[in-house]
């Protein structure tokens, strides 16, 4: 009987019962509310091997010193062994060690069985000297493999940067190639496969400048082993660049570019190391478009079998011989992994110092920062914004914020005004015939969001205090940025003055939910009395909630109700081809030249529903037209600035964005390699790593 | 199962692949990403668009698409994937082979684990053993996969430092036969373990749920009387006939197998069929999408077919039936 009323309760016991089932619905929630907590302090971990792995390489140097003079260095403090073995060559860079004890030695000299307990770390106590770069001192280290954590994956059939703009591809393949010249952090000009800038001084400059010639560097080799020559550069521009490269293309026009035959005959070969590009008027910002992000070289037997006019994109996408400090190595179509190999022929002599650089793909940012500190991976291009702060403040890894990327270069976030009427502005423009938009058509409406939006506040709650406040509709890293023109502050009473002053000043009243919506009074000249003062927002991507929720609790301070619409997949289509909208943000690249990224903001000739991001806001003004027409072939930089200078103080009073903030990259890498250019492709061609 | 239903059941499958099929075409081809535009770049206008649309084969009508699709599907082509630019087949053949190694291991711990442990807990059902297991039980399934995933690379590969968070293999080595293989079991271990662990829970309920209910049908009585030991008649009597629920929850992850687990393989950086199909999603890689919906749709109808075959060959009921 004991056995069969057993059995009769667990006839009922199939799978779970509902209380188990409520228990695990109770269990989720708790864990949903725990998970924040619980995955913080990912990174002391990495520090901890960080600091074993120092000790080792103390050991190591010691057994070095004692193998080479029969003693260990140093037996008065910590520091001074360190500085003794760095000062005998045999560590390279103490000041990027932590401060190690050399007391306790436990094996006797010459005992290197005895594993690294020998030293004793000092966790707590460093030694803060600062590290030294690459070559600028100490010795450094030749050799080793550098593991990057890579945003993208299935970049084997795109290895060619000269054909395309992905910031994915650029990250992986970049170090492959070279520009004609290369731009520094802050985008001034240097040789590298020219031998010198070109400038109307040497004469590389002239007609006005709208002649080019550039001196190539003798004696480069390709990764095939063939001659670099000024055939190879009329070959990439003609058939790679000005067909593929999507910023490459604005020199079409200029250059006479016949795109169906892939011919550009204002290009000239003048002489195996000598090539000159003749725009059609002059063209200021060529040298910066010709660095190895703008402008890599392709060899022009690049393309074996080429029998067309035109490659196609396919045939331009799979090139992957270039002049670069790294050749390509191997993809695997499995593990996801690139690599790179070192070029023994590499023009710069002595460099690259690493042996090979390999591309690890991961899908999330998370998984990708994991790996950093955990020391799966020595290298990550962008670090997340809420991890910048814990990374910067770990000894064992160094950060470096950038501008440069390899999709764009100095982005900034731009909330967009659709200065015309939804939907209906690309025809009417196209007519000429101005509708303007029946809110924020009027600039003080404009000017009163300006005021509104807390950009202090965007930037440290959207990205962690990663990046600046705008300070002019130029980036602050480029040629133009003017530092005279203030942008509206965060006011709110100059807001609400602002606000009143438009017709904004009927009764407040609620919307939905949200309490407090100014209403339009007898006295607006466009809507209907009583109308609440409603602007759609457009979110094309759920990373900037908390950037949105800010301006939400922004401009509702003021009256105002920001009516969002999440829409990650046709956002774009809806913004720039159906220009149905009120605002919205794009992070624009302002490019090395403002001719180049932020031309296209403004200029009419941009306005267009080609899909493109271009001149979103509708904007037309003749005068910032003639601006923007006379810099480019404006050779005088200080009669240049003034044509930039002048556009600036004109959208500034026009308002036709909001310029929020400048949007930095930071990388992330380990405190035992150094010699990084961050702020480039090519940006371990000088790298060296300790292990 | 006779022949004829059998028969029956295969003829079945036709059109239910070829109902998944068109659908899924229909709903990828409404997708609102447009892959041209991607290939086209930053900045292209409407010419370079046209054209990259045009090279995708993605300018003409939809329907003309379908139909240059099935002619080249029946003759076994896939395609050509638009970001990877060589065979669907291929591209799934790569990823193939390290998603099978996950799931499979994850499937294989979770039915030995899960078959060991239920028939542990049914021994002395309400027991202080049957307690603990089935509290712990009930907290794994309650855990959902990518949390446990987060958490066990917190603990046990960034605290701990047991295995590596991630990947495959290990970037910075260069191994060789067993090295290799060891280098790959020691990255397979943990998003495996997170893998099985909800999947042996469930396994485990079942089959202690099912053990419990055959252990009061007379045949087990009559075993008992006739003096077989407890472990025995679980064993040999009352398991082969509780395993009927539990071969269909199996059945039901072989289907799954190749389709990956896309949350994990996304958190481990696992290379496999489900990482594919979130970048292929992302990417609007049609061609892909559609291969691996056909590959994951055909496998599930076939392991759900196998599954009623396998009801037959332990069920001699259903077999009769």
Same mark, same amino acid.
């Given at each position: 009987m004991t056995r069969q009323h057993r059995t009769r309760r667990g006839e009922g016991e199939e799978g779970f019962t509902l209380i188990e089932l409520l228990v695990v619905i109770i269990i989720l929630g708790i864990l949903s509310a725990v998970v924040v907590f619980a995955v913080r302090g990912v990174g002391n971990k990495g520090e901890d091997a960080a600091y074993a792995t120092d000790a080792q390489t103390l050991r190591a140097a010691q057994e070095a010193h004692c193998a080479k003079k029969g003693f260990y260095a140093g037996d008065n403090g910590p520091v001074s062994a360190q500085q003794q073995l760095a000062n005998e060559k045999f560590l390279s860079e103490p000041g990027t060690l932590h401060r190690i004890e050399t007391t306790g030695i436990d094996g006797a000299?010459?005992?290197?069985? /005895?594993?690294?307990?020998?030293?004793?770390?000092v966790c707590g106590t460093f030694d803060t000297t600062p590290p030294k770069g690459c070559g600028a001192g100490g010795a450094v280290v030749q050799g080793g493999k550098l593991v990057v954590g890579e945003t993208f994956t299935s970049k084997a059939t795109t290895t060619n940067v000269a054909s395309s703009t992905s910031g994915g591809t650029h990250a992986w393949w970049e170090s492959m190639y070279?520009?004609?010249?290369?731009?520094? %952090?802050?985008?001034?000009?240097?040789?590298?496969?020219?031998?010198?800038?070109? @400038?109307?001084?040497?004469?590389?400059?002239?007609?006005?400048?709208?002649?080019?010639?550039?001196?190539?560097?003798?004696?480069?080799?390709?990764?095939?082993?063939?001659?670099?020559?000024?055939?190879?550069?009329?070959?990439?521009? %003609?058939?790679?660049?000005? /067909?593929?490269?999507?910023?490459?293309?604005?020199?079409?026009?200029?250059?006479?570019?016949?795109?169906?035959?892939?011919?550009?005959?204002?290009?000239?070969?003048?002489?195996?190391?000598?090539?000159?590009?003749?725009?059609?008027?002059?063209?200021?910002?060529?040298?910066?478009?010709?660095?190895?992000? %703008?402008?890599?070289?392709?060899?022009?037997?690049?393309?074996?079998?080429?029998? @067309?006019?035109?490659?196609?994109?396919?045939?331009?996408?799979?090139? /992957?011989?270039?002049?670069?400090?790294?050749?390509?190595?191997?993809?695997?179509?499995?593990?996801?992994?690139?690599?790179?190999?070192?070029?023994?022929?590499y023009w710069r002599s002595g460099l690259p110092l690493l042996d090979e650089i390999v591309m690890r793909p991961y899908g999330t940012d998370d998984g990708r920062y994991t790996a950093l500190t955990t020391g799966a991976v020595d290298w990550v291009w962008d670090v997340p914004n809420p991890k910048v702060a814990q990374l910067s403040a770990n000894q064992s890894f160094k950060t470096a914020s950038t501008q440069s990327l390899?999709?764009?270069?100095?982005?900034?976030?731009?909330?967009?005004?659709?200065?015309?009427?939804?939907?209906?502005?690309?025809?009417?423009?196209?007519?000429?015939?101005?509708?303007?938009?029946?809110?924020?058509?009027?600039?003080?409406?404009? /000017?009163?969001?300006?005021?509104?939006?807390?950009?202090?506040?965007?930037?440290?709650?959207?990205?962690s205090g990663v990046g600046k406040v705008s300070a002019a509709p130029i980036s602050s890293e480029i040629f133009g940025h003017a530092t005279d023109i203030p942008?509206?502050?965060?006011?709110?009473?100059?807001?609400?003055?602002?606000?009143?002053?438009?017709?904004?000043?009927?009764?407040?009243? @609620?919307?939905?939910?949200?309490?407090?919506?100014?209403?339009?009074?007898?006295?607006?000249?466009?809507?209907?009395?009583?109308?609440?003062?409603?602007?759609?927002?457009?979110?094309?991507?759920?990373?900037?909630?908390?950037?949105?929720?800010?301006m939400k609790s922004n401009l509702l301070a003021v009256g105002i109700n920001l009516s969002v619409t999440l829409d990650p997949d046709t956002a774009t289509k809806v913004v720039f081809t159906d220009r149905n909208f009120d605002t919205y943000i794009v992070n624009y690249a302002h490019g090395y030249d403002p001719h180049?990224?932020?031309?296209?903001?403004y200029h009419s000739d941009q306005i267009s529903t080609s899909g493109t991001p271009n001149n979103a806001a509708g904007y037309r003004n003749t005068f910032v037209d003639a601006d923007f027409d006379n810099a480019v072939k404006t050779l005088d930089p200080v009669a240049r600035f003034g044509f930039y200078h002048d556009f600036q103080e004109r959208v500034v009073a026009d308002l036709p964005y909001v310029w929020m903030i400048e949007t930095p990259n930071v990388r992330g890498f380990t405190a035992k390699c150094t010699g990084f250019k961050a702020y480039t492709g090519l940006f371990a061609e000088g790298a060296s790593c300790r292990r | 199962m006779t022949r004829r239903s059998l028969v029956r059941r295969l003829l079945q499958v036709v059109p239910a692949v070829a109902g998944i099929f068109v659908l899924t075409f229909v709903l990828v081809h409404l997708a609102p990403n447009d892959p041209a535009e991607d290939l086209a770049g930053e900045g292209a206008d409407q010419a370079q668009i046209d054209a990259a649309r045009a090279y995708? $084969?993605?300018? &003409?009508?939809?329907?003309?698409?379908?139909?240059?699709?099935?002619?080249?599907?029946?003759?076994?082509?896939?395609?050509?994937?638009?970001?990877? &630019?060589?065979? *669907?087949?291929? *591209?799934?053949?790569? $990823?193939?082979?390290?998603?099978?190694?996950?799931? $499979?291991?994850?499937?294989?711990?979770?039915? *030995?684990?899960?078959?060991?442990? $239920?028939?542990?807990?049914?021994?002395r059902p309400r027991g202080p053993l049957d307690t603990a297991i089935s509290s712990v039980a009930l907290f794994t399934y309650s855990l959902p996969g990518f949390w446990v995933a987060q958490v066990a690379i917190l603990i046990l590969a960034v605290k701990a430092g047991i295995f590596p968070a991630g990947a495959m293999t290990d970037a910075r080595a260069t191994y060789t036969g067993l090295d290799a293989t060891r280098d790959v079991v020691r990255h397979l271990i943990l998003p495996a373990l997170v893998l099985a662990l909800s999947e042996t829970a469930l396994l485990l309920r079942v089959t202690r749920a099912g053990l419990l209910r055959e252990v009061g049908r007379d045949y087990v009585l009559t075993a008992t009387a006739k003096g077989a030991s407890r472990e025995r008649v679980l064993r040999h009597h009352a398991l082969p006939n509780a395993l009927l629920p539990v071969v269909t929850i199996i059945g039901s992850r072989v289907g799954f197998l190749v389709s990956g687990a896309v949350l994990v393989e996304s958190v481990f950086g696992w290379p496999g069929l489900g990482r594919l199909l979130v970048e292929a999603a992302h990417s609007g890689d049609h061609p892909v999408l559609l291969g691996m919906v056909l590959l994951v749709s055909l496998s599930v109808i076939l392991a759900t077919l196998a599954t009623d075959l396998a009801y037959a060959w332990i069920d001699p009921r259903v077999r009769a039936a």
């Open positions: 000299c010459g005992d290197g069985s /005895k594993g690294p307990k020998g030293f004793k770390v070279n520009g004609l010249i290369q731009l520094d %952090e802050a985008g001034t000009p240097a040789p590298e496969l020219a031998v010198e800038v070109p @400038t109307v001084a040497n004469g590389g400059i002239t007609n006005g400048g709208a002649t080019y010639t550039l001196k190539l560097r003798p004696g480069v080799k390709w990764h095939n082993g063939g001659d670099f020559t000024a055939t190879d550069v009329k070959f990439t521009f %003609e058939k790679i660049l000005l /067909k593929y490269h999507a910023r490459a293309r604005n020199m079409a026009v200029p250059l006479g570019y016949d795109a169906t035959n892939c011919v550009a005959s204002n290009i000239v070969a003048v002489d195996p190391l000598t090539v000159r590009f003749n725009f059609i008027n002059p063209y200021v910002p060529f040298l910066k478009q010709l660095n190895v992000t %703008e402008a890599a070289m392709n060899p022009a037997n690049g393309i074996p079998g080429l029998s @067309t006019a035109c490659p196609t994109q396919a045939q331009a996408d799979a090139v /992957k011989v270039g002049t670069g400090p790294f050749k390509f190595g191997s993809f695997n179509t499995v593990t996801g992994d690139g690599s790179v190999v070192r070029n023994p022929n390899g999709g764009g270069p100095n982005s900034v976030d731009t909330l967009i005004f659709n200065l015309k009427a939804r939907g209906s502005a690309v025809v009417n423009v196209a007519n000429g015939t101005a509708v303007d938009h029946p809110v924020l058509g009027d600039v003080r409406v404009r /000017k009163a969001i300006f005021h509104a939006l807390n950009r202090n506040e965007y930037l440290n709650t959207g990205r942008l509206p502050p965060f006011d709110t009473a100059q807001a609400n003055a602002l606000l009143d002053a438009a017709g904004w000043n009927g009764p407040r009243t @609620t919307v939905g939910a949200v309490p407090n919506v100014r209403t339009a009074s007898a006295s607006h000249p466009v809507v209907d009395e009583g109308t609440p003062l409603t602007v759609r927002f457009l979110q094309g991507n759920v990373s900037f909630n908390d950037r949105v929720s800010v180049v990224g932020v031309r296209r903001q | 995708l $084969g993605l300018d &003409r009508p939809v329907i003309e698409q379908f139909g240059i699709y099935v002619g080249r599907l029946a003759h076994g082509d896939l395609g050509t994937s638009f970001v990877q &630019r060589r065979p *669907v087949r291929e *591209v799934i053949g790569d $990823g193939l082979g390290p998603t099978l190694l996950l799931t $499979g291991s994850a499937l294989l711990l979770s039915t *030995v684990a899960g078959l060991a442990l $239920g028939t542990l807990s049914a021994r």
